[in-house]
């Protein structure tokens, strides 16, 4: 298996603009989690979903940030537009609820630079 | 929610040294994992491990449910052990939270 495939792996853009990051999880999975790391509040939760369907986005920052699961298989995280404080690594990662074992395995990241 | 508590913040090592990395947390969890991050940033998923005793290699982990801690031993570390070891805790399939980070330094 490829593991996670996040795009791009990096991406500077001028503030105003729309950005759209995007994931593949592990084929089979049936959660799928977006986070954000910055140096100041470290690794936080966006949103997650399972079988596709949103369950909670209450770490969605505001309204400018949204995130679609159209199926099994894609991901996006887009904002829109985008600001300077928006600036970190984005990190999708996926997981198999199976037989109780919840190990997630995280993609290589989005390092987002908004000037 | 949750508050996840990693000690300590910085640990420097020489290479062939040992050593022990400890999660706290504040609740009642059924889902605790280990990752570290390596210098190119890339999180690796080291243990999934709610409760007991796990090896891998010369990694180990330990979960004490009751008590609320969990432990990484790290045995005759590697310059490439280096990098930020994080706990992330959670109920089940949902979301983790994740602990601030051990940031291992392991000196040739």
């Known amino acids: 298996d490829a593991g996670v495939i996040q795009s791009p792996r990096h991406e500077v853009t001028e503030m105003g603009q729309e950005v759209t990051l995007r994931c593949k999880p592990i084929s089979g999975h049936d959660y799928l989690f977006w986070y954000r790391q910055t140096m100041m509040r470290g690794l936080e939760l966006l949103i997650y979903f399972n079988n596709n369907v949103p369950i909670d986005d209450s770490g969605m920052p505001e309204d400018r940030f949204s995130a679609k699961m159209p199926n099994a298989s894609f991901s996006t995280l887009k904002i829109q537009p985008s600001e300077p404080r928006d600036s970190a690594v984005y990190f999708c990662?996926?997981?198999?609820?199976?037989?109780?074992?919840?190990?997630?395995?995280f993609g290589s990241g989005t390092r987002l630079t908004v000037v | 929610g949750i508050q996840v508590e990693q000690s300590p913040p910085d640990l420097i090592l020489q290479e062939g040294a040992n050593s022990t990395l400890r999660c706290n947390f504040s609740d009642s969890v059924n889902n605790l994992q280990w990752f570290h991050q390596n210098p190119w940033g890339q999180l690796i998923n080291l243990f999934y491990?709610?409760?007991g005793t796990k090896q891998n290699g010369r990694l180990s982990a330990t979960t004490v449910a009751t008590e609320r801690y969990s432990l990484l031993y790290i045995s005759s570390s590697q310059t490439t052990d280096s990098g930020v070891y994080f706990c992330a805790v959670g109920q089940g399939a949902q979301k983790l939270v994740f602990g601030q980070g051990t940031r291992l330094t392991i000196n040739p």
């Open positions: 491990i709610p409760s």
């Open positions: 990662a996926s997981s198999l609820a199976r037989f109780r074992n919840y190990g997630y395995t």
